[in-house]
Nanobody, 126 residues
Framework: QVQLVESGGGLVQAGGSLRLSCVTS????????MAWFRQAPEKEREFVAV????????YYADFVKGRFTISRDNAKNTVYLQMNSLKPEDTAVYYC???????????????????WGQGTQVTVSS
């Protein structure tokens, strides 16, 4: 069993920044690829970013490229999402997720991930 716990969400004004954290328990973080998803009210959960076990491979959704950065610290069993230039449309619950294998063209799919956290709320005001 693997547990993921997100933190770092909050209320910020447009143009501001937040850094989200996801701490794992159970297997070491280096055993998994890690991703961030988000879900806004009345919308389906959508892919945000993913990082492989070494941190050498990343992929981002088009709507966050140039603004968000995913990173990981395996020694601390933690993955991060640095969010800059936040917009009101970024308002959502943000979830971290873990998978054992990087599979090309499937890393953006919700169904590819084995473990999920409970989410942390990000609210961006205008």
């Amino acid at each position: 069993q693997v547990q993921l716990v997100e933190s770092g969400g909050g209320l910020v004004q447009a143009g501001g920044s937040l850094r989200l954290s996801c701490v794992t328990s159970g297997r070491p973080l280096s055993s998994y690829i890690m991703a961030w998803f988000r879900q806004a009210p009345e919308k389906e959960r959508e892919f945000v970013a993913v990082i492989n076990w070494s941190g050498g491979r990343t992929y981002y959704a088009d709507f966050v490229k140039g603004r968000f950065t995913i990173s990981r610290d395996n020694a601390k069993n933690t993955v991060y999402l640095q969010m800059n230039s936040l917009k009101p449309e970024d308002t959502a619950v943000y979830y971290c997720a873990a998978d054992a294998v990087w599979a090309q063209n499937t890393v953006t799919l919700r169904t590819s991930y084995d473990y999920w956290g409970q989410g942390t709320q990000v609210t961006v005001s205008s």
